[in-house]
Structures are given as structure tokens and as C-alpha cells.
């Protein structure tokens, strides 16, 4: 496979899923997307378990000293919470998609605009794009963005049953955005040690535990306010990593 992969997948599952909602109409029961939101919490929960296993790996264990394997992660979850909670990124990130839908004028303009505007917010801003993209760039697996796809195809085919083929055309801006994470990704997995990659996979695991307790209506966390702990852990790992 090739760096970029994922995100290909992700934009042929949006389109996907879209036809699919165009074709059928409103013909899906609420209680069977309901049903379908909970198997997908469940499987996230997967997804974060196989993202956690480094933290138990040698060469992340033996690169830093006894004891902080697992201060680190808690280290850059509390200092990235901070530094997110002080900027106010997840409001933010809600406030983007809100100030989209009043420039473009998405309630009162065709169904196709506010399908695009729409679609777009919903699976192009979130933590889950920007961790699988990143995922993919440095080569630590798709399972993510594999994640994203699924959730993606079942949204969009949502969306599309009344807000038509303006759905399926979101799948562009998905695509450049998701792209770029994903250069970046390459450009951090060329430049960071393994046991620092280990630490950003670990890290986003735990966010993918949050994005599982909000599927399943268990606990809505502020995951977005967490996304600065992805910088801080190879930086805390490092600095880590000189004491040995």
C-alpha cells in the first residue's frame, strides 16, 4: 500500500454511501441507524485497543526511563487538554462549521449546497480525520481512516436520503484535506524516532476511546481540545529519552 491509501478509501465510501442514500430514500428505520452507531462505537473501541499496543512494546519501554512509559502519555494528555482548553478548540472547531453554513447560506439555499456544506463539516473537521490521515502518512497502519470510511459511508448515506447528491460532491474538500494531513504524517515518520511515533500512537488511541464513548452516547469528551497532546507526545517522549 501507498501513503494516501486511507483517504482514498475514505473519499470512494463518501460517494458511495451517498449514491446508495439518493437510491434508497428515507426508507432506512432510525432504529437501524441507531443500531448501526453502536457497532460502530463498539468496533472503535478495537480500533483504540490495537492503537494502545506499543505502549507495551520494547523498543517504546526501553527508549525511556523506568516507570514513565505510561507518564508520558498522561503527560501529553494533561499539557495538550490544557494548551486545547485555553484555545478553545473545540468550539472553535464547531464555531468553523457554524460561521460555513452562514456564509454559504445553507439552510436557505438548495438542498445540494447544504448536502456539500454540510457533509463536508461533518467528516472533514474532527479528530479522527487528522489522526488517520496522519496514521497513514507514517506508515503505522489505515485501520483509522478504515474506521472513518465506515462511519463516513453510513453518514453520508444518511445525509444523501434528503439532502441529495450535494453529499457525494463533499467527498473533494474530504479528500485535499485529509491529503495534506497525510503529507505531514509522511514528512513527521521520516523524521521522528519510533518510540516518538509510538507515543503519538498511543496518545491517539486514547482519543479514539473518546470518539467510542461519544458513539455510544456514553460520555461526550472534548476530544478537539485534546489534538494538541498529538505535538506534545513525541516532544515529552524525547525529552524523556535523554534521562536514560
Known sequence: ????????????????GAAIGVLIGNRMKIKTRDLLTDV?????????GSALIPLWSNRYIDALPSGWALLVV?????????IGSALN??????????KLRQRFGASQESP????????????????????????DGMS?????????????????????????????????????????????GLALGKVLAGYQVDAITVVGGIMLLCIAFRLLKIKSVAVGNLLPALAIAPLLALAM???I
Open 1 to 16: 500500500m501507498f501513503p494516501g491509501i486511507g483517504t482514498l478509501i475514505n473519499v470512494v465510501t463518501i460517494i458511495g
Open 40 to 48: 460502530l462505537g463498539l468496533v472503535t473501541f478495537l480500533g483504540a
Open 74 to 82: 498522561l503527560g501529553s494528555l494533561l499539557i495538550g487538554g490544557l
Open 89 to 98: 478548540l473545540e468550539d472553535r472547531l464547531d464555531g468553523v462549521g457554524e
Open 112 to 135: 445540494f449546497i447544504e448536502g456539500f456544506v454540510s457533509a463536508s463539516l461533518l467528516f472533514a473537521i474532527g479528530p479522527l480525520a487528522i489522526l488517520g490521515s496522519i496514521s
Open 140 to 184: 503505522t497502519g489505515i485501520d483509522q481512516l478504515l474506521l472513518k470510511s465506515t462511519l463516513d459511508f453510513f453518514a453520508a448515506m444518511a445525509f444523501a436520503t434528503s439532502l441529495g447528491w450535494g453529499v457525494a460532491v463533499s467527498a473533494l474538500p474530504v479528500g485535499l484535506y485529509q491529503g495534506a494531513w497525510t503529507v505531514i
Open 241 to 243: 529519552h535523554q534521562f
